[in-house]
């Protein structure tokens, strides 16, 4: 049977159908194998286990550096005449060392004490959240439960005011939905939205770095502002625009999908909801139970350094892989 190459990378159909169950299936019980999606660049399609966990394992032979995002002909056309927006460098584009250096960044906030206030600042939000649903009737678990939550969270750690909360979520819905019409900054030439998009983005994470370096408190938001290498030179301007950007979008897309199909799971599944109402330390395991069911992101992309010999096939030096967590 044909593989159904465009299932596995098409947004459009990820709407219409779900994840590509079927597609993964054929794919982890057959040798590692080659797709080219129509409309799209061409990759290797990781799908088991052991073979994600060990290409992950090797950033020496498989990098993130080039990407980690598998591109349409569109975006490859414009990524080659360099007609693309300026995009801020994130850590989870880095490889080591230099993502090791900047990973450190941060680490000092996640301290006993960090996490102590951490604690602190999730109740608080989740309280908040709650009080504000109505007593009665029905609600849409989306809009005000688990996409209020981890924004709540992230806004305050990094410094962003709450009478801006409205427009953060604005801009990362089109962050995230850039092939979605629903979504999606509005203007007829995509080049030119993404570029308005990011630079809004830039204005109000700037605006959070110049006042954090001019009034430090003792917060992320300043942490990162402040922050400097080992090397001893202050992180760079795109660098630390990244940080803050990955810090955000990613922590509260991958939070507000893992708390929606957490939520989903659990009313699919109600005797699983009466074993967890019933004993609070199934907790711990449940989250992760849950962060592993939703899978919330589905893939990323690696970027092979050199010819190598993995999984039976021969990889060559700048082939693309596409590593599926959620298969």
Not at 78 to 86: E, N
Not at 166 to 186: C, I, M, S, V
Not at 212 to 228: F, G, I, S
Not at 245 to 255: E, R
């Amino acid at each position: 049977m044909a593989i159904d190459e465009l299932a596995l990378i098409s947004s459009a159909r990820y709407g219409e159908s779900g994840p590509p169950h079927a597609t993964w299936n054929q794919l982890r019980a057959q040798p590692l194998t080659h797709v080219h999606p129509e409309g799209h660049e061409d990759f290797w399609a990781v799908t088991r286990h052991a073979d994600i966990m060990e290409i992950s394992s090797r950033p020496g032979d498989f990098c993130n550096g080039e990407g980690i995002v598998l591109l349409t002909d569109e975006q490859v056309a414009r990524q080659d005449a360099r007609d693309i927006p300026i995009m801020m460098k994130t850590i989870i584009e880095m490889d080591p060392p230099e993502h090791r250096d900047f990973r450190k960044v941060a680490s000092g906030f996640f301290t006993p004490r960090g996490i102590e206030r951490l604690d602190e600042i999730v109740t608080e939000a989740a309280r908040g959240v709650i009080d504000a649903l109505p007593m009665e009737g029905e609600v849409d678990v989306v809009t005000e439960i688990t996409q209020r939550h981890p924004l709540r969270v992230l806004a305050t750690i990094l410094g962003i005011e709450p009478d801006q909360e409205e427009l953060l979520l604005q801009l990362t819905a089109q962050l995230f939905g850039g092939d979605d019409p629903e979504l999606q900054r509005e203007g007829e030439d995509r080049h030119d939205a993404m570029m308005a998009l990011f630079m809004d983005f830039y204005t109000m994470f700037n605006t959070i770095i110049e006042d954090r370096r001019a009034n430090p408190r003792d917060d992320l938001a300043t942490m990162l502002a402040t922050a400097t290498l080992e090397t001893g030179e202050p992180m760079g301007e795109m660098e630390t625009l990244g940080y803050y950007l990955i810090v955000f979008n990613a922590g509260h897309d991958t939070t507000r999908n893992s708390l929606t199909g957490g939520f989903q799971a659990l009313l699919d599944n109600p005797g699983e909801l009466e074993r967890l109402k019933a004993d609070r330390g199934l907790l711990k395991t449940a989250v992760e139970e849950i962060v592993r069911w939703t899978s919330p992101v589905n893939y990323m992309k690696r970027t092979a350094t050199r010819d190598l010999e993995f999984g039976g096939q021969q990889i060559a030096k700048g082939d693309r892989l596409g590593l599926f967590y959620a298969s």
